[in-house]
T-cell receptor, first 118, second 112 residues
Framework: DGGITQSPKYLFRKEGQNVTLSCEQN?????MYWYRQDPGQGLRLIYY???????QKGDIAEGYSVSREKKESFPLTVTSAQKNPTAFYLC?????????????????FGAGTRLSVL | SQQGEEDPQALSIQEGENATMNCSYK?????LQWYRQNSGRGLVHLIL?????REKHSGRLRVTLDTSKKSSSLLITASRAADTASYFC????????????FGQGTTLQVKP
């Protein structure tokens, strides 16, 4: 099956702990994104990467870090500096801009990871 | 910062009725997209309308775009209980590096 896999589905963080959320895709997409969703809210962009070994901060990058060592993988680390990490985290991917149909940036989402604080 | 604003925030209708939700945005766009999210799940792309299009149809979905008013609407006709979900608009801003800006969403409940 082609798609985006996020793991784990549920994650609990202790105070002062860093935790890493996994996102893997086999769609051969160049661009990948991490979003945070709070209850009853829309999506806010944390980080995004248009190509391997390159990534940019989104609107709410503080307290988070990412890496993009492989095209298929874009893990997100929620660091202890993120004081309010409880949220639903969504990963998405899309073809690189110059390879998209008529410039369309349609994103494909994983099923999400729900992070809570113990 | 969030660009899209949607209304209503919540909508409850009976099966068979039509559902209309609206989205407003602030800057020039390449296109506007609508996504659906079932409770506790990821988003699924529904339909995309380009900045030079005014209306688009896909099955029971009808999307309109008014770039002069910077607004869009999504109409779901003959709704079904399975349409119960949250619906988000997302704008691909003109000249943007590839980010989508999502609205706050409209939660639709379709009662059987």
């Amino acid at each position: 099956d082609g798609g985006i896999t996020q793991s784990p589905k549920y994650l609990f963080r202790k105070e002062g702990q860093n935790v890493t959320l996994s996102c893997e895709q086999n769609l051969n997409h160049d661009a990948m994104y991490w979003y945070r969703q709070d209850p009853g809210q829309g999506l806010r962009l944390i980080y995004y990467s248009q190509i391997v070994n390159d990534f940019q901060k989104g609107d709410i990058a503080e307290g988070y870090s990412v890496s993009r060592e492989k095209k298929e993988s874009f893990p997100l680390t929620v660091t202890s500096a993120q004081k309010n990490p409880t949220a639903f985290y969504l990963c998405a991917s899309s073809p690189r801009r110059d390879r998209r149909l008529a410039g369309e940036n349609i994103q494909y989402f994983g099923a999400g990871t729900r992070l809570s604080v113990l | 910062s969030q660009q899209g604003e949607e209304d209503p925030q919540a909508l409850s209708i009976q099966e068979g009725e039509n559902a209309t939700m609206n989205c407003s945005y602030k800057t020039s766009i390449n296109n506007l997209q609508w996504y659906r999210q079932n409770s506790g799940r990821g988003l699924v792309h529904l339909i995309l309308i380009r900045s030079n299009e005014r209306e688009k149809h896909s099955g029971r979905l009808r999307v309109t775009l008014d770039t002069s008013k910077k607004s869009s609407s999504l109409l779901i006709t003959a709704s079904r209980a399975a349409d119960t979900a949250s619906y988000f608009c997302a704008t691909d801003a003109y000249g943007n590096t590839g980010k989508l800006i999502f609205g706050q969403g409209t939660t639709l409940q379709v009662k059987p």
